[in-house]
């Protein structure tokens, strides 16, 4: 294990573009709207919107949907 290498420099994951999906959940939160409304109007599966939320959830280190506000309106992303 003392090889071994980050794949990805934490750095890096906060500074790389949302996708067009991420962009849109993190409005939809912002705005207020439960994951079985993001993936209704987003038209994909309850499951994939979850991901996407604990994806930006993780890239932002953020503990709860609260703290991904703040963090993502500290990116200026919402």
């Given at each position: ?32 709207a439960k ?9 994909i599966s ?33």
């Open positions: 294990m003392d090889q071994a290498t980050e794949l990805f420099d934490p750095d890096e994951r906060d500074d790389a573009p949302l996708t067009p999906h991420e962009a849109e959940v993190l409005r939809l939160l912002a705005g207020g994951d079985e409304q993001v993936a209704r109007l987003l038209g309850l499951r994939t919107a979850r991901r996407i939320t604990a994806n930006l959830s993780e890239r932002l280190d953020a503990a709860s949907r609260f703290e991904l506000g703040v963090a993502a309106a500290k990116r200026g992303w919402v």
